[in-house]
């Protein structure tokens, strides 16, 4: 029924450089949001796809380069929220003469898949992405311009997604959904006169281009030889930015809806002191690494000292990566694994763990395990996203409600009991959770305008109501 939040990357250059380069180089910073496989495509040919991180690949970068040389490129990082870790699943896709790169969900996947043929979809035979391209290939063919394919297409399809298209005509197209869910960005390199598009910011940096702006909800963006155009598939006024991408998926150094990440998650750390001011604390020490900013933050509003407790073993195999964009339970608990105490700062303190976000508790419950064995005096661990108590319809990767640490099942707890049975399963001294209103305030955007379906339950912004599902039935395992 859903499928991924991943990075997507498109380029075009108006004086006929070869991209290829930049578009490696562009997927490379994007490698935070996903780590299971990466792709290209240029006009003409079938896509690259190859399995795991970019950089595996890079005594290959130069041979890649030369071959599939143009001035046009679409590409694609995967994380995937249901359908196996294979290269088959891997993107970018290509239906007829449309070759497409997807970051999002789609919800009513198996109603379009009806409108493709009737074939019968599951996660071990198709993906989202391609049952919504065929449907959009489909209504090209009857009415001629993916522009209005795509006004079509907005309400027939349900759920979040930013799409970079490629034709074999040599255009580079981008398209954000009307809430949008997920982020996307515009820039120029002016050295080679490329127009790029992005899932964040930290891609043009890059690659030397200047963020222009966000791409606009309901926006789609040509780039070909006549330069780049522009029009709306949708005017929809009503947005859903997701919360999550500020304290967790977005790159530190990313700029989005007008916000530095960085200066966002520490703007929410201190309002984190204003709700827990723990003022007994010894020490504050982030989970590396998304969590340090907000961690800095908290420290500076209440003046309680901040260091570095926990450190991530950056030569390890699993090590450097992150472990809740990982597929496997077993990937996760092995780079927990590789997370590492030093004693000398913990021992005999009452220590503040600041994290991004507690979603199924295998971080929590290890990095509060070491923290034991290194002698903390006590615990308290403060998460700056509310608790997350439902399944992600919208391109996270917590598609199953049974997975999440909140889950009690058959029972209808309020927030304050739950909150205790986590505090109780990952073994800290006390656990406080940001909330709704109090993380929007920090970074800056109307509550209104932010995606928290994941904390409250009320799925009207994708317009569903779900039926949830195990994690097996999500992802075919």
């Not at 930013?162 to 580079?172: A, G, H, I, P, Q």
């Not at 598939?233 to 500020?246: I, R, T, V």
Request: charged letters at 25%; hydrophobic letters at 35%.
């Amino acid at each position: 029924m859903v499928k991924e939040n991943c990075g997507v990357v498109g380029i075009f250059s108006l004086d006929d450089s070869n991209v290829i380069p930049m578009a490696i180089d562009a997927l490379r910073a994007l490698q935070h949001r996903g780590q299971e496989a990466w792709g290209i495509a240029v006009p003409n040919k079938p896509p690259l796809k190859k399995l795991g991180l970019v950089s595996a690949s890079a005594t290959e970068f130069k041979k890649i380069a030369d071959e599939y040389n143009s001035s046009a490129v679409i590409g694609h990082v995967r994380y995937s929220t249901i359908g196996k870790s294979n290269l088959e699943n891997a993107q970018p896709l290509k239906v007829k003469d449309l070759c497409v790169a997807h970051n999002g969900t789609i919800s009513n996947v198996q109603e379009l898949s009806n409108m493709v043929g009737g074939c019968s979809f599951t996660p071990q035979n198709a993906s989202d992405t391609l049952v919504a391209t065929q449907r959009l290939v489909s209504l090209i063919s009857e009415h001629g311009q993916l522009g209005k394919a795509l006004s079509i297409l907005k309400n027939e399809m349900i759920g979040s997604y930013c799409f970079t298209f490629l034709t074999d005509d040599n255009s580079v197209y981008a398209a954000r959904d009307p809430k949008g869910f997920r982020p996307m960005v515009l820039g120029y390199k002016k050295e080679n006169n490329s127009y790029v598009v992005a899932s964040e910011s930290s891609a043009l940096a890059a690659v030397g281009a200047k963020l222009e702006r966000d791409v606009k909800p309901g926006e789609l963006i040509k780039l070909s030889k006549n330069g780049f155009e522009t029009e709306m598939f949708s005017s929809d006024c009503k947005k859903a930015h997701c919360s999550f991408e500020f304290t967790y998926f977005a790159h530190p150094a990313s700029k989005m809806e007008g916000s530095n990440i960085y200066l966002a998650r520490k703007q929410i750390g201190k309002f984190m002191a204003k709700k827990f001011p723990i003022t007994d604390a010894d020490l504050v020490i982030p989970v590396p690494d998304s969590a340090r900013p907000a961690a800095l933050g908290y420290s500076q509003e209440l003046g309680v000292p901040f260091d570095e407790g926990l450190l991530k073993d950056r030569y390890s195999r699993k090590g450097p990566l992150r472990s809740f964009i990982e597929p496997h339970q077993s990937d996760r608990i092995e780079i927990n694994r590789w997370i590492i105490p030093i004693t000398e700062i913990i021992e005999g303190k009452h220590v503040v763990v600041v994290d991004d976000s507690l979603v199924r508790g295998t971080s929590s419950r290890a990095i509060i395990k070491a923290l034991r064995r290194a002698g903390a005096k006590k615990i308290s661990m403060l998460v700056t996203y509310p608790p997350i108590r439902y399944p992600c319809y919208a391109g996270i990767d917590f598609p199953s409600q049974e997975e999440l640490a909140t889950f009690v099942n058959g029972e209808n707890q309020d927030e304050e009991t739950i909150i205790e049975k986590v505090r109780s399963d990952i073994g800290a001294d006390f656990l406080g959770y940001n909330d709704a209103e109090n993380l929007a305030n920090a970074i800056g955007i109307p509550k209104d305008s932010l995606c928290f379906t994941c904390s409250t339950g009320n799925y009207d912004s994708l317009g569903i109501k779900p039926e949830f599902k195990t994690r097996e039935e999500m992802k075919g395992e």
